[in-house]
């Protein structure tokens, strides 16, 4: 059943307000978790870089770094459910663009386009008229290129490591100190 044209615009106009809020609430989460990342693996790295930590300190350092796995996990959960979000709200936007009823412009459906399929967007009353993709969204699809896994990735390994190290240097004290 064909929609009234006011009921299509308008249901459009919340779809286009929930995906850029959606896209503006990913790039500040996403923000927030690099700071957070970032202020924690500066504070085990101190602590690390102590000529040589006693096991408080140790400890500190493992906790830390049990903590900050449990929130890289979190990060890519996060990440993952606004970027999913994200797509949905798109994918509905793209719908819309592509009914017979839709007169206006199609800016969502040029974008996927662009950045999917590498497509350069041709718009007669632009200058330039071409609108080619760059490196940017040539390198989109690839895994490393997707912040929800590998920011994740790389913040988890570099705690992992943390926690090797700290392991390793509780397991050594105490068996140093049962010599």
């Known amino acids: 059943m064909p929609q009234d044209r006011d009921t299509l615009e308008s249901t459009y106009d919340h779809l286009l307000t929930l995906w850029t809020s959606g896209v503006r609430d990913y790039h500040t989460m996403l923000s927030d978790y690099l700071t957070a990342n970032s202020i924690f693996v500066a504070v085990i790295g101190l602590l690390v870089s102590r000529e040589s930590p006693a096991v408080p300190f140790t400890l500190v350092i493992v906790l ?7 929130m890289s996990v979190q990060m890519a959960i996060v990440l993952g459910r606004f970027s999913g979000q994200n797509a949905l709200w798109e994918w509905q936007l793209r719908g819309i663009e592509a009914m017979p009823d839709w007169r206006e412009r199609k800016p969502v459906s040029s974008l996927y386009r662009l ?5 350069t967007i041709v718009d007669e009353t632009n200058e330039p008229r071409l609108f080619e993709p760059s490196w940017a969204f040539r390198q989109h699809r690839q895994w490393w290129a997707h912040r929800a896994i590998s920011f994740p990735w790389f913040f988890g390994t570099v705690y992992g490591l943390f926690l090797l190290w700290g392991l390793t240097q509780v397991v050594r004290s ?6």
């Open 64 to 70: 830390l770094s049990v903590i900050g796995i449990l």
């Open 115 to 119: 950045r999917e399929h590498r497509e």
């Open 174 to 179: 105490s068996a140093l100190s049962f010599e």
